[in-house]
């Protein structure tokens, strides 16, 4: 199974101090959390895709390389891509241009994103956001996959004899994961493809994660990609931790009440009860964290979101020390004791590369225009 | 002998409240006429300010708390609906408007529902016909000809026999009128279910899925 984090890339005030961070060390503070997340032996760091304040990280595989060149074996992902507001030959090349930098370090989660005001600065519409999820990826796929793609769409120019560049690192497209609160059509999609689906399960009751990834583990099976227990899920998950459960809850409570989405509203106790959060002693994230596998089954991945809401960086690389340290190995051995043998593990380069029956280089070379030819060996 | 479902909501404030007696009143003479006419009737009666934080609650995060989702399900899943308001500045009160605002807004789709209000003076009254009425039709619910509001001096005609006892006896025949030309409910919709499939979103045939 694997463990890491996931970062909304907010900058948010920190109600405590009162300041808030420039988006210069908000950045820097992301790159030192997915640092960290390798140093403390997690396995995934994902970052979210925003286009509109308070969020910075609207370039994400640009920040991901930088990641890539510095760590060694951190598997970089996603959470989300925007599959409805990218341009999906864009994301083909950008993220196989990241699959070879990182040497297959590499999947993305495809989101739909809620902001309303955002899909017309792209030229969308939020109201076709399932239609443009289902459009953008079924070409997505097909480019990733098919070397020359002639294709015609509705939300998009149509293409003709065209070729994304560079090719998927080894012949293997990335792995992608679908996520979604509550759309089953995404959970459809996933199931479809055989793909991973993501229940981003914060913020929300787990009913509504236990629902989706029911479906989809159904669907999964319908379309003949193998058990419904063999499904790939990922999960969400959001904690505060310090040893003594008293002073966790003592010191997240200022930032959970001025947090964005859920502050001002409920109270700590409340949304504990209601939603996932745990905010307590490493053990008691522990005890939560093995029961999400009551109502979702065995499943792949685990990313916790520990830095929001206006938390410093210092405080979230004390959590992420307690994740690394504490935590996520007592995970690792308890999951790994319960899942059975035919339950398969999340993916990864290596193992999809096994999966197609060893490495084949992809490279498309041109055609020379004058003679026709192409080189020695080139497919085409 | 058919089974029904009644829901009833009052958004009165006060304890006791004047609301939730008119609520009661419209509650059981619509019971006694469904059951006049043979049918078994299950009476839910909410008051809102017991679920007013968890109804703000949803309006900030978007979720209903378990105990106020237990009680959205009952509401939508009734085969009909009392629902009962003070007014409060010339409309229904905040409270009433924000318990209706976090139902999906397909959830009342052609339910029968019997409208009520109180208030300080009956000069409030043609406030259930300005306010209260037009929130259902938006909703796209059947809303029963008869609205009864009742005025403090509706009370003390004695509410055995004034002229509110005869509103009420009218809206409540209306409203099993229209609970019995339906097939009895079948509970609240599922959000979470499928009602297309991966071909069809994708507009295509038969595609087998590429692997």
Do not use: C
Not at chain 1, 6 to 20: A, I, L, Q, W, Y
Not at chain 1, 28 to 40: D, G, H, T
Not at chain 2, 39 to 51: F, N
Not at chain 2, 154 to 167: H, K, M, P, Q
């Amino acid at each position: 199974m694997q463990f890491g984090v996931f970062t909304v890339g907010d900058v948010t005030v920190d109600p405590t101090t009162g300041r808030e961070p420039t988006e210069h060390e908000r950045i820097k503070a992301m790159v030192a959390i997915a640092l960290k997340a390798e140093e403390v032996g997690l396995d995934v760091f994902a970052t979210g895709e925003h286009h509109n304040p308070p969020f910075v990280p609207s370039s994400p595989t640009t920040m991901m390389g930088h990641i890539a060149a510095r760590t060694e074996r951190l598997l970089l992902s996603t959470a989300t891509t925007l599959i409805t507001t990218n341009d999906p030959v864009k994301i083909a090349e950008d993220y196989a241009m990241l699959q070879h930098l990182s040497d297959g370090r590499v999947d993305l989660m495809m989101g739909r994103g809620n902001t309303g005001p955002v899909y017309p600065w792209f030229g969308k519409d939020i109201r076709a956001g399932i239609p443009l999820a289902i459009e953008n990826y079924d070409l997505l796929h097909r480019l990733w996959r098919e070397d020359v793609v002639d294709w015609k769409g509705k939300y998009r120019t149509p293409l003709q004899s065209f070729t994304s560049t560079p090719r998927p690192l080894d012949g293997v497209p990335p792995f992608v994961w679908h996520g979604s609160i509550r759309s089953p059509e995404i959970a459809e999609q996933a199931a479809y493809y055989g793909d991973g689906f993501f229940a981003n399960h914060i913020f929300w009751p787990k009913e509504h994660t236990q629902r989706m990834v029911a479906l989809y583990r159904q669907r999964y099976a319908h379309y003949g990609h193998g058990t419904a227990d063999q499904a790939i899920v990922g999960l969400g998950g959001q904690v505060f931790m310090r040893r003594n459960s008293q002073d966790a809850v003592r010191e997240f409570r200022p930032y959970f009440d001025n947090a964005p989405v859920y502050g001002h509203g409920p109270s700590l106790e409340e949304f504990t009860r209601e939603t996932p959060l745990t905010v307590g002693s490493p053990q008691q994230v522990i005890d939560r964290t093995l029961g999400f596998r009551e109502y979702v089954g065995d499943y792949q991945r685990q990313l916790f979101l520990m830095d929001h809401a206006g938390l410093p960086l210092k405080t979230v690389l004390e959590q992420l020390d307690l994740l690394g340290e504490e935590v996520v190995p007592v995970l690792r051995k308890e999951f790994a004791a319960l899942r059975p043998a035919h339950v398969p593990e999340a993916p990864t380069h290596a193992s999809l590369v096994a999966a197609a029956g060893g490495a084949k280089d992809s490279t498309v070379h041109a055609v020379d225009d004058v003679t026709g030819k192409a080189p020695e060996g080139a497919t085409r | 002998m058919t089974h029904r479902t009644l829901a009833v909501v009052s958004a009165g404030l006060s304890q006791p409240s004047s609301t939730r007696l008119l609520a009661d009143q419209l509650a059981a003479a619509t019971r006694d006429e469904l059951v006049r006419r043979g049918s078994e009737v299950e009476l839910h009666v909410v008051d809102l300010r017991e679920y007013a934080h968890d109804v703000v609650n949803n309006l900030l995060t978007g979720f209903a708390p378990a105990a106020l989702r237990q009680v959205i399900d009952m509401v939508t899943g009734a085969d009909g609906l009392i629902a009962v308001t003070p007014i409060f500045s010339a409309s229904y009160n905040g409270l009433f408007k924000s318990f209706f605002d976090v139902l999906d807004k397909e959830s009342l789709v052609d339910r029968p529902v019997l409208i009520g209000a109180t208030g300080g003076t009956a000069r409030h009254s043609l406030a259930l016909e300005h306010a209260v009425r037009p929130m259902f039709a938006y909703l796209r619910s059947v809303v029963v000809p008869t609205a009864v509001f009742a005025a403090p001096e509706d009370w003390s005609d004695g509410s055995a026999d004034g002229a509110l006892r005869g509103r009420i006896r009218r809206a409540a025949g209306e409203l099993a009128d229209q609970i019995e030309r339906r097939p009895p409910a079948t509970g609240p919709a599922d959000p979470f279910a499928l009602t297309t499939d991966f071909l069809q979103m994708l507009g295509r045939g038969n595609d087998a899925p590429v692997s």
